[in-house]
């Protein structure tokens, strides 16, 4: 069993940035298919906001394109998103997955505020 924890959460003015650390139990990441950060506002689906493959392939959602940046640092087994330019429809609850052949697992989610 792998677990996941979600840190750097907080509240932060439009503009400002915040890092979203994931932490790993285990050496995960040089085994994972697919890494991946999620959030999910109020009332709303969850939705991927980033990823990044074993190949380091990245992806973003087109809401974030050029602000967020996704990374991992396997050495660390950690997991980054680095988030500037926040707008306050950023707000939600950030969340990180790790995809393997397997499993599928999921942090607990780290609460994102971004306030005008």
């Known amino acids: 069993q792998v677990q996941l924890v979600e840190s750097g959460g907080g509240l932060v003015q439009a503009g400002g940035s915040l890092r979203l650390s994931c932490d790993a139990s285990r050496s995960i990441f040089r085994i994972s298919v697919m890494e991946g950060w999620y959030r999910q506002a109020p009332g709303k689906q969850r939705e991927l906001v980033a990823s990044?493959?074993?190949?380091?392939?990245?992806n973003y959602a087109d809401s974030v394109k050029g602000r967020f940046t996704i990374s991992r640092d396997n050495a660390k087994n950690t997991m980054y998103l680095q988030m500037n330019s926040l707008e306050p429809e950023d707000t939600a609850v950030y969340y990180c997955n790790v995809r393997t052949v397997f499993d599928n697992y999921w942090g607990q989610g780290t609460q994102v505020t971004v306030s005008t």
């Open positions: 990044i493959t074993s190949s380091m392939s990245t």
